[in-house]
């Protein structure tokens, strides 16, 4: 589960939607597809057309994972910070009810502009 006292995840490196599909097998509802996936180190998230999903994989295995999912229809409010000349990563903070903020940083090369749609068709 997010630990949404630091629900942080750093250093988000896209990867080929069609992974994330795969990543999430079983667990999409009718309907819903992704539309952006990103990995960490060892974690991930995926946003879909409906929620963001965060994985957390525990143990040393890596074997164990933990899914959390964000419905967009929980956001209260989201923010982006594009990235810059010096200051390269870019940034999505989202405001869920009764969970708080999670903070998304994503590595280089992210459209944060293309994140933000998906949210703001379900969120406005």
């Not at 949404?4 to 795969?22: C, S, T």
């Not at 180190?41 to 040393?60: A, E, L, P, Y």
């Amino acid at each position: 589960m997010i630990d949404f006292q630091n629900a942080e995840y750093l250093k988000l490196m896209p990867v080929d939607p069609a992974k994330g599909e795969r990543m999430l097998e079983g667990m999409l509802i009718p309907g819903e597809h992704v539309v952006a996936a990103f990995k960490g180190i060892r974690d991930g998230v995926i946003f879909t057309n409906k929620r963001v999903v965060s994985m957390n994989v525990q143990g040393i295995t890596g074997k164990k994972t933990d899914y959390t999912s964000l419905p967009y229809k929980r956001v209260q409010a989201f923010s982006i910070e594009t990235a810059g000349v010096v200051d390269l990563d870019s940034e999505l903070h989202l405001w869920f009810s009764s969970v708080g903020r999670v903070r998304f940083e994503f590595a280089r090369g992210v459209d944060v502009k293309k994140l933000s749609t998906y949210i703001a068709d379900d969120v406005l």
